[in-house]
């Protein structure tokens, strides 16, 4: 059966071995963010990796031997010898994020905060974890794969609590 695994790269190879997944016709989620670099005395636009040195590839697990020969990958990330899964959610919750980057931020990872759903607006479906920060309310999505928690501006009164445990 198919899953998010989350791939470790070589510093800088995230796309690299996006690209040669996609050649091998892997499913692939590199989360990428526009930003402006400057460099000596001009400035640029480019894409960069919202994790530095992670990505997300979906496939069965018997599989993995093709994954890891992929030029750049290190390894299928394992926690005490479990790979890696990241949950169908948190991969669409990322997507969507990734649609209205102005006000997303890499946060740092914990659990804490009453678990919500958001009922309206652009980001309606998406659960996630309340916090408030500097007077702004903001929903923190994590992934549990690579210990990392992003988190995205908020109304607050577009949010309602879930009584019910996060789908796997």
Known sequence: MEKW????????????????????NIEV?????????????????????LFNSYLFARFDYKNRFTILETHGVIKLVNFKGVPGVVPEWQ???????LEN???????????????????????KGMRGTVVNRKGETR?????DGIMQT????IDADNVEAVKQEMPA
Do not use: A, C
């Not at 992003?150 to 501006?153: A, D, M, P, T, Y």
């Open 5 to 24: 695994y989350v791939l470790y790269t070589r510093p800088r190879h995230e796309k690299k071995v996006r690209d040669g997944l996609i050649e091998k």
């Open 101 to 123: 980057p102005e006000s997303l931020m890499l946060e740092s990872y914990f659990k804490q905060g009453d678990l919500v759903e958001v009922v309206q607006g652009p980001f």
């Open 150 to 153: 992003v988190s995205v501006e």
């Open 29 to 49: 989620f590199l989360p990428l963010l526009t930003k402006t670099l400057v460099y000596k005395n001009r400035k640029k636009k480019s894409e960069v990796p």
């Open 91 to 97: 991969i669409e919750s990322l997507r969507k994020m």
């Open 139 to 143: 929903l923190l999505i994590t992934i």
